[in-house]
């Protein structure tokens, strides 16, 4: 078995309990590392091994979940999906993500990103409400309507974008790159009629017209997305509804019921113990 070499990394951690400090503090921890070893790891390590008392959030340890974002040699990472070894350096300084309260050491207050989030109403929305409370069957989209939201439906909610963007650190009622996003998502949906009701939201000082296309978010963003993009979309759309120039789009219809039940496949015998 091929055998790696284990280096000696300084983990230069900002630390910051609000009950006990009067002011954020770096602690410095050393950190064996070998190769592949992510920044989260280490953190780990440290937790085990050298302070219990480190406070940072983690759960799937493969970048789905978005609890993991930190600023790493200054700029904003998931912590679980960057190895150590990318920064070619024996020293490592972790921060929390910027344009967020601290809560503790590396763990941000999300509830005012998730309660923006959840104001444009991240669902599809309907005027048949009866379908929608009591569904019956589908709404179609094709491939070709799914290809041009596709991205954005792979957004993990890590709070990167918003730690990256100038506006949102100098605005704070700034909806923010990922809201806007998740709204123009939804709208351009093909199975959505919701506009009416998200574009209140956006359509404002702190909304979409205060972004200004720095695209920091986009460059950040550990899944790929480019949010900068569904903005200016986004606005687009605000203003062909303002005066009237989209189409006015009818939401895609129902697929209809499946006239019969699909055939049941028998398992094969090898996975079922004891079959006869
Ligand atoms: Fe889930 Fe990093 S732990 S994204």
Same mark, same amino acid.
Request: charged share 25%.
């Given at each position: 078995?091929?055998?790696?070499?284990?280096?000696?990394?300084? +983990?230069?951690?900002?630390?910051?309990? /609000?009950?006990?400090?009067?002011? !954020?503090?770096?602690?410095?921890?050393?950190?064996?590392?070998?190769?592949?070893?992510?920044?989260?790891?280490?953190?780990?390590?440290?937790k085990e091994?050298l302070d219990s008392r480190l406070?940072?959030?983690?759960?799937?340890?493969?970048?789905?979940?978005?609890?993991?974002?930190?600023?790493?040699?200054?700029?904003?990472? @998931?912590?679980?999906?960057?190895?150590?070894?990318?920064?070619?350096?024996?020293?490592?300084?972790?921060? $929390?993500?910027?344009?967020?309260?601290?809560? #503790?050491?590396?763990?941000?207050?999300?509830? !005012? +990103? +998730?309660?923006?989030?959840?104001?444009?109403?991240?669902?599809?929305?309907?005027?048949?409400?009866?379908?929608?409370?009591? $569904?019956?069957?589908?709404?179609? =989209?094709?491939?070709?309507?799914?290809?041009?939201?596709?991205?954005?439906?792979?957004?993990?909610?890590?709070?990167?974008?918003?730690?990256?963007? /100038?506006?949102?650190?100098?605005? #704070? @009622?700034?909806?923010?790159? =990922?809201?806007?996003?998740?709204?123009?998502?939804?709208?351009?949906?093909?199975?959505?009629?919701?506009?009416?009701?998200?574009?209140?939201?956006?359509?404002?000082?702190?909304?979409?017209?205060?972004?200004?296309?720095?695209?920091?978010?986009?460059?950040?963003? /550990?899944?790929?997305?480019?949010?900068? @993009?569904?903005? =200016?979309?986004?606005?687009?759309?605000?203003?062909?509804?303002?005066?009237?120039?989209?189409? #006015?789009?009818? $939401?895609?219809?129902?697929? $209809? !019921?499946?006239?019969?039940?699909? /055939?049941?496949?028998?398992? !094969?015998? +090898?996975?079922? #113990?004891?079959?006869?």
């Amino acid at each position: 078995m091929e055998k790696h070499e284990t280096e000696l990394i300084t +983990f230069k951690v900002q630390r910051y309990d /609000p009950e006990k400090d009067n002011e !954020p503090h770096f602690r410095e921890f050393t950190v064996p590392s070998s190769r592949g070893m992510t920044v989260l790891d280490g953190l780990i390590y440290i937790k085990e091994n050298l302070d219990s008392r480190l406070a940072f959030r983690t759960s799937c340890r493969m970048a789905i979940c978005g609890s993991c974002g930190m600023l790493i040699n200054n700029y904003p990472h @998931l912590a679980c999906h960057t190895q150590i070894e990318e920064f070619r350096s024996n020293t490592l300084t972790i921060k $929390p993500l910027p344009n967020l309260p601290i809560i #503790k050491d590396l763990v941000v207050d999300l509830i !005012p +990103f +998730f309660d923006t989030h959840k104001a444009i109403k991240p669902y599809i929305l309907r005027h048949d409400a009866e379908e929608m409370e009591n $569904p019956t069957t589908e709404f179609a =989209q094709s491939p070709q309507a799914l290809e041009t939201l596709l991205q954005f439906t792979y957004c993990v909610k890590c709070g990167i974008c918003i730690s990256a963007c /100038p506006t949102s650190a100098s605005d #704070k @009622l700034f909806v923010g790159p =990922q809201a806007l996003a998740q709204c123009y998502r939804y709208c351009a949906d093909t199975r959505d009629e919701g506009e009416q009701e998200r574009f209140p939201i956006v359509d404002t000082d702190h909304g979409v017209w205060h972004c200004h296309l720095a695209g920091a978010c986009s460059e950040a963003c /550990p899944k790929g997305l480019d949010p900068a @993009l569904a903005i =200016q979309l986004l606005k687009r759309r605000v203003v062909s509804r303002a005066i009237r120039l989209g189409r #006015k789009q009818q $939401p895609s219809s129902k697929v $209809p !019921p499946p006239t019969q039940t699909k /055939p049941k496949v028998p398992f !094969p015998e +090898f996975t079922v #113990k004891g079959a006869k």
